[in-house]
């Protein structure tokens, strides 16, 4: 038998634990149970010697001076706390015994009936202290769950964004369609080529439709493309809306033959609206029906000037008419939009020096500027430049020069490498026409043999050559073949046509 109290094994008789003092409890059983007990202590005693049943201890047996009291009613009611709560020692209660001193962490001991009541509450149960915990693992199912359909959902908005956002697909467009776009400023526009190949290197060309050449408002538009990401009209500035005819000349070829793209015509809108990008690109059927070769044409810039001269033999008045070319074209060029602002610039440079010349001036006045474009067939053009300079004297000097263009490029370019000849075969030739004219044509004050050194020095000089449509042609100035009288002489190099022959002497005709 053992204390309920510390554990400690206590003899049959006694009545309290010598380790802790706690009184002994004994199985409480009622008097039917205990009679029935008895009953069967004495049945099996009778029939078996062997076994010997140990006495029931009854309350006689206890020391006269402790009465056990009942328990009460209330321990054998069923447990209803909600929760579980720790026991609470009972408040220290005087007892007749005495009891060794103990620690402060030992339960001070009562009256019967306090550790009654002690022992029914030592381990009280909660309603649901049965129920197992939920572990972290029987959630996850549920977790994966939630961060699934939350991805889900994210990519949907992402979806919803991008196709909100993007604007319509790209559209495709042949170059020679008759159908004109409509594009924003912020489209852009992708040129293929015939290989079916992005453009890398490209000139577009906006010419306005809906303004007249002579509107101030008119202006061509273009852009110069390096690159296979296409263009777009957002760094255009002064670009209003309205509908412009379109061209693209591929210039990869730096050699001077570039082929021009005829676009739809392009209407150009100023709305916010998102507009499809383009992609430009030949007809499969038709690959060469919108290509060709760039389509130039010319037109005169006139001014009149009036040139007040003042000089002691009086005040001269003078009302002149001068003029220079500007190209345009379809397709447009950078490289001829760059050769009419030179030409410009030089007619603005000589007539402002013409208005402030005096006779301290260290220059010649010029008091005509006259420009003759001599030859156009598609890059290539050519100009002969006549300016008649004056120091007031007795005359002046016409001095006369030409030039040959490429008007993708904008850059002067040598007689010979339009002719595919070479510069010493250029000097031959023009060499032996001067010589054909003199034949015809004696100088008035030099020999032949002072004519031959100079006529080396003018073949040399590339700024005498200028084309026509019947050849090329050499220009001698006044003084260099013979006197004033003698005159300046336009004469045939190369020709092409029998009514100008290699050394004759041509005359231009307005």
């Known amino acids: 038998m053992f204390c309920k109290k510390c554990n400690a094994s206590i003899e049959e008789g006694q009545k309290f634990c010598t380790e802790c003092g706690a009184p002994v409890e004994l199985p409480?059983?009622?008097?039917?149970s205990q009679e029935a007990a008895q009953d069967a202590a004495k049945t099996q005693t009778a029939s078996a010697d062997t076994t010997v049943m140990p006495p029931v201890s009854t309350a006689d047996d206890f020391e006269d001076d402790y009465v056990a009291e009942p328990l009460p009613e209330s321990a054998f009611e069923p447990q209803t706390q909600p929760m579980y709560?720790?026991?609470?020692?009972?408040?220290?209660?005087?007892?007749?015994?005495?009891?060794?001193?103990?620690?402060?962490?030992a339960t001070a001991y009562g009256a019967p009936v306090a550790h009654a009541t002690q022992q029914?509450?030592?381990?009280?149960?909660?309603?649901?202290?049965?129920?197992?915990?939920?572990?972290?693992?029987?959630?996850?199912?549920?977790?994966?769950?939630?961060?699934?359909?939350?991805?889900v959902i994210l990519a949907i908005i992402a979806v919803a964004i991008f196709l909100l956002t993007r604007g319509p697909a790209t559209t495709e467009v042949y170059y020679g369609s008759e159908e004109p776009i409509t594009v924003a400023r912020d489209t852009t526009i992708i040129a293929y080529s015939e290989s079916d190949e992005p453009l890398a290197h490209y000139v577009v060309a906006l010419t306005p439709k809906d303004v007249d050449a002579d509107d101030p408002a008119w202006m061509r538009i273009t852009v110069q493309v390096d690159g296979t990401d296409g263009f777009n009209l957002s760094d255009v500035e002064n670009m209003t809306a309205g509908t412009y005819s379109m061209s693209i000349t591929d210039t990869t070829d730096t050699s001077g033959t570039n082929e021009v793209y005829y676009c739809p015509d392009v209407q150009v809108t100023t709305t916010e609206e998102k507009i499809q990008d383009v992609i430009l690109r030949p007809d499969p059927n038709n690959p060469e029906g919108a290509k060709g070769a760039a389509q130039y044409e010319y037109s005169y810039i006139t001014t009149d000037v009036q040139i007040v001269h003042n000089d002691y033999y009086g005040t001269t008045r003078l009302n002149e008419t001068w003029r220079y070319p500007q190209f345009t074209s379809a397709t447009g060029s950078t490289g001829m939009d760059s050769l009419n602002s030179s030409l410009k610039s030089a007619f603005d440079s000589t007539l402002e020096d013409t208005k402030n010349w005096s006779t301290s001036s260290s220059y010649s006045q010029c008091t005509n500027y006259t420009q003759t474009v001599t030859y156009l067939n598609g890059p290539t053009a050519s100009i002969r430049t006549d300016l008649y300079v004056t120091g007031w004297g007795p005359h002046g000097v016409n001095n006369i020069s030409g030039q040959i263009y490429d008007l993708n490029t904008g850059t002067l370019v040598t007689p010979e490498s339009v002719l595919g000849i070479s510069n010493s075969?250029?000097?031959?030739?023009?060499?032996?026409?001067?010589?054909?004219?003199?034949?015809?044509?004696?100088?008035?004050?030099?020999?032949?043999?002072?004519?031959?050194?100079?006529?080396?020095?003018?073949?040399?000089?590339?700024?005498?050559?200028?084309?026509?449509?019947?050849?090329?042609?050499?220009?001698?100035?006044?003084?260099?073949?013979?006197?004033?009288?003698?005159?300046s002489h336009d004469i045939v190099v190369q020709s092409n046509s029998d009514e100008h022959p290699v050394g004759s002497k041509v005359t231009l005709q307005e």
Request: hydrophobic content about 35%.
């Open 85 to 105: 709560q720790p026991p609470v020692a009972p408040p220290p209660v005087a007892s007749s015994r005495v009891d060794s001193p103990r620690s402060s962490s």
């Open 120 to 151: 029914h509450f030592s381990a009280p149960q909660t309603a649901n202290t049965n129920k197992p915990k939920r572990k972290l693992t029987e959630n996850k199912p549920l977790l994966a769950g939630i961060i699934a359909g939350a991805v």
């Open 28 to 32: 409480e059983v009622d008097e039917v």
């Open 425 to 487: 075969e250029l000097r031959s030739q023009a060499s032996s026409a001067i010589k054909t004219f003199l034949a015809s044509n004696p100088s008035d004050i030099s020999s032949t043999a002072e004519l031959n050194s100079l006529i080396d020095d003018i073949v040399a000089d590339s700024t005498r050559y200028y084309l026509t449509d019947y050849g090329l042609v050499i220009i001698t100035r006044p003084y260099e073949l013979g006197s004033y009288a003698y005159g």
